[in-house]
């Protein structure tokens, strides 16, 4: 749908496709799910922050209340961030472009 789309456009829509295989019938996930989905889709942004007490409150979230699932648009708030906390991230812009 995207084949001429942006590559930040293509970027979402991949993670609407990614969330979408893992999620269930209803379109969640678990909160297990969730934190197997990040560990190993996500694992290069979540490298290194195993330390970081922000890090440690969402994973410690996901381990508690497993009936609770988690949406859409929970799961990009999480994404989000642990994207921004992320040492990856600052490596990323940190590297030089040229355009």
Known sequence: AL???SELEKAFATVALVYKNYADPEGKLSRAETKSLLQTQFWRFIQGQEN???YQE???DLN???EDKIDFEDFMMTLV?????SDLL???KDM????
């Open 3 to 5: 084949g001429q789309g």
């Open 90 to 92: 600052q490596e990323i």
């Open 96 to 99: 030089k472009t040229t355009k």
């Open 52 to 54: 970081k007490p922000k």
């Open 64 to 66: 508690k209340e497993q």
């Open 81 to 85: 961030i642990l994207t921004l906390m």
């Open 58 to 60: 969402i994973i410690s």
